[in-house]
């Protein structure tokens, strides 16, 4: 069975400084990981995934993530916050094999001013 | 910008009506989902299809039916709304890799009086 978890409900964060979201998962195997953002009355959007390979993966808007195995987390990672980054965060897991994900209960991200 | 159109992007209906939301998309996919998501909350997977011909019922128990005649369109219906409906609805789609990442519409945002 696959899971994934996204312990804060809520990140704040000042506008210029560092921003992590956190996402810890469970899979059978490897996984396939996944970003997804969610701006007010929209629906989601891809921001990035490992596969496989390099750890650090780097994708929209200037956002990265670092797959960690031993911790099993993929936290999602930008150095410098943008109140327009404001916005709903989701991490999603996938077993190989599966192609149904698992999204975790989401992250809202605040970026103050 | 994903080639998947929702309609209609907001829906108030009284009890007992029935009603179809349209989910289409324009990139061949085969693989295609429905979620229900209450606002800025998780998401609940409610039906998904592999291609033509096939629907799966997903984690979430829901009164709502979906058809897969073509592989562009993924209607869902209700056959007799509820209050307990309200909900958005959202449509979302995926390419054959089995690491590829989830394209979503806009959402149908549905309100059941």
């Known amino acids: ?113 | 910008e994903a080639d998947i159109y929702q309609t209609p992007r907001y829906l108030v209906i009284g009890t007992g009506k029935k009603i179809t939301l349209e989910c289409s998309q324009t990139m061949g996919h085969d693989k295609m989902y429905w979620y229900q998501q209450d606002p800025g909350m998780e998401l609940h997977l409610i039906h998904y299809s592999y291609g033509v011909n096939s629907t799966e019922k997903g984690d979430l128990s829901s009164e709502s039916t979906v058809s897969r005649i073509r592989t562009e369109h993924f209607p869902l219906t209700l056959e007799s709304a509820r209050p307990s409906h309200t909900s958005q609805y959202l449509c979302a789609s995926s390419a054959l890799q089995v690491h590829g990442e989830l394209f979503f519409g806009e959402g149908s945002r549905l309100t059941v009086l």
């Open chain 1, 1 to 113: 069975a696959q899971s994934v978890a996204q312990p804060e409900d809520q990140v704040n964060v000042a506008e210029g400084n560092p921003l992590t979201v956190k996402c810890t998962y469970s899979v059978s195997g490897n996984p396939y990981l996944f970003w997804y953002v969610q701006y007010p009355n929209r629906g989601l959007q891809f921001l990035l995934k490992y596969i496989t390979g390099d750890n650090l993966v780097k994708g929209s808007y200037g956002f990265e993530a670092e797959f960690n195995k031993s911790q099993t987390s993929f936290h999602l990672k930008k150095p410098s916050a943008l109140v327009s980054d404001s916005a709903l965060y989701f991490c999603a897991v996938r077993e190989r094999g599966s192609y149904i994900p698992t999204f975790g209960r989401g992250t809202s991200l605040i970026v103050h001013p």
